[in-house]
């Protein structure tokens, strides 16, 4: 069992930067792969990034690529998903969730999943 908690969201302007943050508990967190996944309101749920177990590889959705970087820290178990140059089109509620050998963007493929965290981006 794991749990994920994520932080970090809040109100920001249009063209600035968060970091969110998923602290994950139990001792098993490297043996994840890790992805963020968000939903705005109306919308279903899509993949955002996701990062593997050693953090040798990583996947971005097109809408993240080159301004989103994932990150992990397996001693601290934590996942990180730094958002760069937001856009109102970014205000979702952003999710962490974990997988076993899984990096794509099903989130029927993750087995875990956190209560989310509120990114709200203002015009």
């Known amino acids: 069992q794991v749990q994920l908690v994520e932080s970090g969201g809040g109100l920001v302007q249009a063209g600035g930067s968060l970091r969110l943050s998923c602290a994950a508990s139990g001792r098993t967190f490297g043996s994840y792969a890790m992805g963020w996944f968000r939903q705005a309101p109306g919308k279903e749920r899509e993949f955002v990034a996701a990062v593997s177990r050693s953090a040798e590889g990583t996947n971005y959705a097109d809408s993240a690529k080159g301004r989103f970087t994932i990150s992990r820290d397996n001693a601290k178990n934590t996942v990180y998903l730094q958002m760069n140059s937001l856009k109102p089109a970014d205000t979702a509620v952003y999710y962490c969730?974990?997988?076993?050998?899984?990096?794509?963007?099903?989130?029927?493929?993750?087995?875990?999943w956190g209560q989310g965290t509120q990114v709200t981006v203002s015009s």
């Open positions: 969730a974990a997988a076993k050998f899984y990096i794509g963007g099903l989130g029927s493929r993750y087995d875990y």
